[in-house]
């Protein structure tokens, strides 16, 4: 009797972060290619081996195709993605100054709506940031067609830069002031990173739309 070859499954998520950044003509086969050759490694190591084979392999696939996205369009690739940094950093205030405005309008305050005045400032502050992120980020991604991903990636990495750099600026100058001053600095950075987050989403979100709608256009 032949030797039962053990078969495998490529892992769900390494594959669908390799079709996140490669483009629509090259997914197919790059996933093909590192199918083939897992599976020949299946069948001689074993299925933990060909596991741990495709992972590192696509994130090496990973890092090529974001090297190889900026290689092919540097220069417009890097204009989208200033025009979102300039976007979302002259935007990143106005969810707040819209509801502060609707508050300050609503004055004098009633203390039957006292509770929704606290809600609205806890929670549709930082929704509000969210969705004003998302849209930033689905521009971003809309206009780098083929290279949502690494647009909005690369967004986030520019937008870090100076963010980073002005919170380590205001640690150092008021980490004596108490548990006010914490409590300011962790809902800032708990704020700044749902922003980065809805960025990222809107980049996916936009390059699964495309894929679907480019899978339908060519069975149609």
């Known amino acids: 009797m032949r030797p039962t070859i053990p078969s495998l ?18 997914a197919e086969s790059i996933l093909g290619d590192l199918h083939e050759e897992s599976s020949d490694i299946c069948s001689k190591s074993g299925v933990v081996a060909a596991r741990r084979w495709y992972w590192r392999q696509s994130v090496k696939t990973i890092f090529h195709l974001f090297g190889a996205a900026f290689c092919s369009a540097p220069w417009s690739l890097s204009t989208i993605v200033l025009m979102g940094f300039f976007t979302h950093w002259f935007t990143a205030t106005v969810p707040e100054r819209v509801i502060i405005a609707i508050l300050r309008a609503q ?19 930082p929704t509000a940031y969210v969705v004003t992120s998302m849209l930033v980020g689905c521009v971003v991604a809309v206009l780098a067609k083929g290279r949502e991903v690494v647009a909005t990636l690369t967004l986030i990495v520019v937008r870090s830069v100076p963010f980073l750099w002005l919170l380590v600026f205001a640690y150092e100058q008021n980490a004596d002031r108490g548990p006010i001053f914490v409590g300011a600095f962790h809902f800032f950075v708990f ?7 809805g960025i990222l989403l809107a980049g996916v979100l936009v390059r699964i739309l495309r894929s679907v709608s480019s899978r339908h256009a060519t069975i149609s």
């Open 9 to 26: 499954r490529p892992p769900p998520l390494a594959a669908w972060l390799v079709e996140l950044f490669a483009s629509a003509d090259k």
């Open 191 to 197: 704020r700044y990173t749902l922003e980065m987050i």
């Open 107 to 125: 004055r004098p305050y009633s203390n039957l709506h006292y509770e929704f005045y606290v809600r609205l400032i806890n929670y549709g502050i």
